[in-house]
T-cell receptor
Framework: DTAVSQTPKYLVTQMGNDKSIKCEQN?????MYWYKQDSKKFLKIMFS???????INETVPNRFSPKSPDKAHLNLHINSLELGDSAVYFC???????????FGSGTRLTVV | SQQGEEDPQALSIQEGENATMNCSYK?????LQWYRQNSGRGLVHLIL?????REKHSGRLRVTLDTSKKSSSLLITASRAADTASYFC????????????FGQGTELSVKP
């Protein structure tokens, strides 16, 4: 029944490692997003895909690479993890760009 | 970049009281949305108000929008302990690809 599901929920890893976060939505939405929430709860958009096409690519280090194999999935791969990457990463989707988003429950990434 | 600010940053009230949170933004918008985030969870969409609307209601929620002052307020009436959460406003502008830009949020604590 989960509308937007992310895995894993928690991720603890060492600096320099490469990791992936997966996101799937079963709402039939065309648009998916990745947001990063820092320790002060500030949310910033990273990427957006509309029907597998990248439409928003904010100023994010190129160590972050999104991949959308189909419109129901948007994964995030991070290379060479750094301490500053520690945050909560949220996936979201919307039927219409710019309308109400449905968020996943987040992935708490801790880089040690 | 961050669109605006929310005020207050933290609010503590007793059950049954009303809670008012304010949001200011910087650029012209297509719509403004309010979200709730319970501790350790994802964001939940509460309400969307379009730029040509001035007020909107949903249950115990009342949202106002003043585009001349570039500000919005969220009023929660007859608050309950379960309303304890962080509340975020987010704006969508026509020239920014439909992405949601979030404010810093207000942490609301409702004491039983």
């Amino acid at each position: 029944d989960t509308a937007v599901s992310q895995t894993p929920k928690y991720l603890v890893t060492q600096m320099g490692n490469d990791k992936s976060i997966k996101c799937e939505q079963n709402l039939g939405h065309d648009t998916m997003y990745w947001y990063k929430q820092d320790s002060k709860k500030f949310l910033k958009i990273m990427f957006s895909y509309n029907n597998k096409e990248l439409i928003i690519n904010e100023t994010v280090p190129n160590r972050f690479s999104p991949k959308s194999p189909d419109k129901a999935h948007l994964n995030l791969h991070i290379n060479s993890l750094e301490l500053g990457d520690s945050a909560v990463y949220f996936c979201a989707s919307s039927q219409i760009v710019g309308r109400g988003y449905t968020f996943g429950s987040g992935t708490r990434l801790t880089v040690v | 970049s961050q669109q605006g600010e929310e005020d207050p940053q933290a609010l503590s009230i007793q059950e049954g009281e009303n809670a008012t949170m304010n949001c200011s933004y910087k650029t012209s918008i297509n719509n403004l949305q309010w979200y709730r985030q319970n501790s350790g969870r994802g964001l939940v969409h509460l309400i969307l108000i379009r730029s040509n609307e001035r007020e909107k209601h949903s249950g115990r929620l009342r949202v106002t929008l003043d585009t001349s002052k570039k500000s919005s307020s969220l009023l929660i009436t007859a608050s309950r302990a379960a309303d304890t959460a962080s509340y975020f406003c987010a704006t969508v502008s026509d020239n920014q690809g439909g992405k949601l830009i979030f404010g810093q949020g207000t942490e609301l604590s409702v004491k039983p």
